[in-house]
């Protein structure tokens, strides 16, 4: 029973995400680091306080990998894909938290409540979903403009392309998330600098990193500060540098912010310099990571909601093995990708479809499907929505 009541409670969670953000939600996620704050909730039985809270935990933790879950993929694909989800994912929620803690809780009468910060981790999550056989379908990624204000500690100012000098050293953090980007399939775009580029700061606001994304034409720009500091070390001995990296990424069409990364590392050396570029390379090499998982995740979500087409098959009832034919047969076709079941009803089913082309050339294309105990009724095209009918022959 228990079982029955935390799917039923993660459903009832994911339908409220798929409608949009709750104005006083019980999940609430930092779409960067991967932080979730969530509230679990038991019943404390038989006067047994650990194992509620132990309970209260468990759920907690359940709901924050789901939290993080449909962030990165569509809600029709979490949906549809659910079983598998719940097997592979849910089921083995400890693979992917990487740390938690409780921040208050409270009994009431016999149900207790508390409210758990998770770190989840966004990488092993998204491997996850691709070994499991989740088809996200192909996504031609955005061309992004990286601009990342720079300052090492042997630096006097911050260094920067578009200010159109050009670098004393290498430039460690661009090259590094550039380089992260690159591996995930984005483009990058090579600036360069325009008339008024020198007069921008270098702490890029996000309408100064779309405009400056329009003029480079870029669909994403990267704006960020990284810096490090050296260690004062005697001669010969090791010393703790730092370094540290925060970037955002904003899309150019809308300006809508995809992501917003801070990642921060060490490294020991003789030679605080040497250090000191190292412990920023890292930190840049984990913002990187992070920022392309974060931004492909976004990029996937826009693709899937601009090219689902809704096919809606009437004449279902009773003839449940046409239905199952259609969909195999659906799902085969060339430039048909990530089928889903939306709804099922006595009578009718609703699928969504990713498809390379409008709904009226995917219509035609269903309307030459050969059955041998039934056939295929297109009814009418409307948008990105197709009502059609099986007919046994």
């Not at 993660?10 to 979730?36: F, K, Y």
């Not at 149900?111 to 966004?122: D, E, F, G, P, W």
């Not at 390379?281 to 931004?295: F, H, I, S």
């Not at 995740?297 to 239905?323: C, E, Y």
Request: proline fraction near 3%.
């Amino acid at each position: 029973m228990r079982k029955a009541m935390v799917l039923f409670r993660w459903m009832a969670l994911l339908v409220m995400m798929a409608a949009g953000p709750p104005s006083l939600g019980i999940a609430q996620s930092n779409a960067a680091s991967g932080l979730v704050h969530v509230i679990g909730t038991s019943q404390v039985r038989g006067g047994d306080m650990s194992a509620a809270r132990q309970e209260a935990i468990e759920e907690g933790l359940v709901t924050a990998v789901s939290r993080v879950l449909i962030d990165l993929l569509p809600a029709e694909s979490v949906a549809g894909n659910f079983q598998v989800i719940n097997e592979s994912i849910l089921n083995h929620k400890d693979q992917f938290i990487q740390d938690y803690k409780v921040l208050a809780e409270s009994q009431l009468g016999g149900t207790y409540r508390l409210i758990v910060a998770a770190n989840v981790s966004v990488a092993r999550l998204d491997g996850a979903v691709k070994n499991a056989g989740i088809r996200l379908g192909k996504v031609s990624f955005p061309r992004v403009l990286v601009c990342i204000a720079e300052q090492g500690a042997e630096d006097l100012s911050q260094d920067y392309w578009w200010s159109g000098q050009q670098p004393l050293t290498d430039r460690v953090a661009t090259d590094a998330v550039t380089r992260a980007l690159l591996q995930a399939g984005f483009k990058a775009v090579q600036p360069q600098v325009v008339p008024g580029a020198a007069m921008l700061p270098a702490q890029l606001s996000l309408a100064q990193a779309q405009a400056l994304g329009q003029q480079q034409d870029a669909e994403v720009v990267v704006v960020g500060l990284a810096s490090a500091e050296a260690a004062d070390t005697g001669t010969g001995s090791l010393g703790q540098s730092s370094g540290s990296v925060a970037v955002r990424a904003v899309r150019v069409e809308d300006g809508r912010l995809l992501a917003d990364i801070r990642e921060s590392a060490r490294s020991a050396a003789a030679d605080p310099q040497a250090g000191s570029r190292e412990a920023m390379r890292q930190a840049a090499d984990q913002a990187g990571a992070a920022l392309a998982t974060r931004v492909a995740a976004a990029w996937r979500q826009q693709s899937a909601a601009a090219a689902a087409i809704a096919l809606t098959i009437d004449g279902i009832g009773g003839h449940i093995a046409d239905f199952v034919k259609f969909r195999s047969a659906l799902g085969s076709m060339s430039g048909v990708d990530n089928l889903q079941v939306k709804e099922m009803m006595p009578n009718a089913a609703t699928l969504t479809v990713q498809y390379q082309g409008p709904a009226r050339a995917l219509a035609d294309a269903v309307s030459k499907l050969v059955f041998d105990s039934f056939v295929v009724d297109i009814q009418a095209v409307e948008g990105k929505h197709i009502r059609l009918r099986l007919a046994p022959r």
